[in-house]
């Protein structure tokens, strides 16, 4: 609730899809003394002689296993990581011993090289290009998941910055192939799928819709004065005609964002060139957005779409796949680490508005 005298919002916000994750909204504390992520160093020249991941320098990576386009100079290059977290020849089937247990580190790590440019960022990036880079996402986890059946998930990612994991200043993403599903996304389609069972409709195309048209005021029973209003599209950063950006609720992240699909859609493999089309032209506005408003923050942002395992073959209806966008502007406490509450020093509601107010070319 808000602080009647300072305005200042202190209230435990519960993710309306994982249920057991909670944030605590605690403007009051954007006022302590306290060490902000630094901007990420940010190398723009458009090519670096040393660089690995720059055109000319391909002999400097590892084995190369898709370009596009497939003739002449290449615009995005999957490689196989040189440090990857997981392996791709099986040893041994696990290990249990007593009450401790271990599953085998088989799987893929790959690096996609975003762009031939080497400092570009994502938001100075064309719309075709973007296209062609989901595109390419789409295309390489499709063939991990028809290469082995013992793959149970792909996950797309980008790390930008030391702070939020990465090591290279060449613009990349990376895809992971892991034999289980990660907890996290394993707990938003069960939840999601419990909602269905219940209520009969998607939770996330509930949510779109109470972006799009939910609209209240509440009032302290006792004082009369107003305690929370939510007005239609208070939420809402961006939005094209088959996505939507949105500031969740719940922001375990200062500048959280999520874009969905309008329509309803479990698989990222599902979408078509023009979803893709538009999917580009909202992400690329989203991340304009950010930048203008924090300018050099370091960043993390990753696909969670349904699990292609049999197991999750009832999640169609009730799961709707979405890209997140978590950017990195403070360091996580102790009490964070210690209570796994997230803290969230600016309300949604205000950084929701500072970013959709942006004013863009």
Known sequence: MADQDSGAVREIRINPIVPSESVLVATARSMRPRKAEDPA???TRLHVETCPFCRGNED?????????PPQGEWQIRIVENLYPVLGDNRGSAGLVFGLQQAIDGYGRHEVIVDSAQHGIAIHEMGHTHLQKLFSTYQSRMAQLYEMDERLQYVLVFKNFGPAAGASMAHTHSQIIATPVVPQNVHD?????RNY??????CIFCSL??????????IYDRNSGRIVRKINVGQYVIERGERFIAIKPFASRYEWEVHILPLEHGSDFLDASAEDLQ???????????RLDAVIGGAQYNFFLHTRPRSEEFEDCRASYHWHLEICPRTSIPTGFELGSGLFVNTISPEQAAEQLRTVKLV
Do not use: G
């Open 188 to 192: 938003e389609v069960e939840n999601s």
């Open 208 to 217: 779109i819709d109470e972006a799009l048209t939910f609209e209240t005021t």
């Open 278 to 288: 538009d999917l580009a032209q909202v992400f690329q506005r989203t991340m304009a």
């Open 60 to 68: 400097k990576t590892p084995p190369e296993i898709q370009r596009v």
């Open 196 to 201: 269905y069972k219940k209520h009969h409709r």
């Open 41 to 43: 160093p940010r190398d």
